[in-house]
């Protein structure tokens, strides 16, 4: 062979390289990953999902692609993003970290299959028909959020036996909060206490809401699990611990970081279930016949750290029902 033929096979070959590189990847199928939470503090829940594949055998990067959108709480950035991955041709989308994301994703796409990981009635929310057979192109796992708010009210006022007012600190921009504000309201004026609302979508709003709940102590305080709060978890448990609030929250990273208490849900568990359903839709199931899952574990988590750090001697009682105290 000719020396210049050899380099202009040699040469032919390579430009193929890349090429054969994006057939093999573009045969991958795609999922889209939307969430109202932030990259960095969800690095645990990621790997829940990635093992949720998994199990169906999917494995990211070898045999499918996952295109990752993440709006670190900013309510106002869903839909651009649920945009963008509908423009990616995705097989999927599975959406986390509040309803907002489902719903953003379910109004850029009403063909594209859904896979949601939603804090309210999903029904209610206009994502299902029904928990059964939700139809459409959307189903997934919902906590209900609204009654575990009020189980987490239970728990705060038993813990904090010297509390005479209670706040809560919610995110209006959060489809779920009129719900939960309406029942959390029910369960204190049920209980005879008094229950101060305050409400919080912005940097500054978090610090106002601290400042004020200075005049109002001896008092307790309930924050929502939203990707608003979450996102910035290490502030409002500064916060709470600088001006001595005894403070439940809604997921277990908020104690595992110093806050006083926490009760809600398995949130890796629901993130794993979610990546499953996703799985099944890759493999040829339509979300209109996949029942939307409700979580069956709950976390009651205490921070006995932080409790010392307040002066708050927790129950016997309230201690002997935890999953895990940190000391």
Not at 77 to 95: G, W
Not at 106 to 112: D, Y
Not at 165 to 191: K, Q, R, S
Not at 259 to 285: C, N
């Amino acid at each position: 062979m000719r020396r210049r033929d050899f380099i202009k096979g040699i040469v032919g070959s390579a430009a193929t390289w890349p090429l054969a590189g994006r057939a093999q990847q573009s045969a991958m199928p795609m999922i889209g990953f939307l969430s109202g939470r932030s990259r960095d503090e969800s690095a645990q829940l990621v790997v829940a999902f990635q093992r949720g594949l998994g199990e169906l055998g999917y494995t990211e990067g070898q045999n499918v692609i996952v295109e990752y959108r993440w709006a670190d709480g900013q309510y106002d950035r869903l839909p651009m993003l649920a945009s963008e991955l509908t423009n990616r041709s995705v097989a999927v989308i599975v959406t986390t970290g509040g309803t907002a994301s489902a719903l953003a994703a379910k109004a850029a796409s009403t063909a594209i299959p859904i896979v949601f990981n939603v804090t309210e009635d999903p029904v209610k929310a206009g994502l299902v028909e029904s928990l059964g057979r939700p139809g459409g192109n959307a189903t997934g796992v919902t906590s209900l959020s609204a009654a575990i708010d009020a189980k987490r009210f239970s728990l705060l006022h038993e813990a904090v036996l010297d509390a005479r007012v209670f706040a809560m600190l919610v995110n209006p921009d959060d489809p779920a909060a009129e719900v939960i504000t309406t029942t959390v309201e029910n369960a204190a004026h049920d209980g005879g206490y008094k229950l101060v609302i305050l409400k919080a979508t912005k940097e500054d709003d978090i610090d106002a809401a601290f400042a004020t709940l200075d005049h109002q102590k001896p008092i307790a305080l309930m924050v929502i699990a939203e990707p608003f709060f979450i996102t910035r978890r290490e502030k409002l448990v500064t916060l709470a611990a600088q001006h001595s609030i005894p403070t439940i929250y809604g997921i277990r990273e908020f104690a595992a970081s110093g806050g006083l208490m926490s009760y809600g849900i398995d949130v890796a568990e629901q993130y794993r279930q979610t990546r499953i359903f996703a799985g099944k839709i890759l493999k040829g199931a339509k979300p209109a016949e996949l029942p939307v899952l409700q979580p069956t574990k709950f976390e009651f988590v205490i921070n006995l750290k932080s409790a010392k750090g307040l002066g708050l001697v927790i129950p016997p009682g309230i201690l002997a029902i935890a999953d895990k105290v940190i000391e």
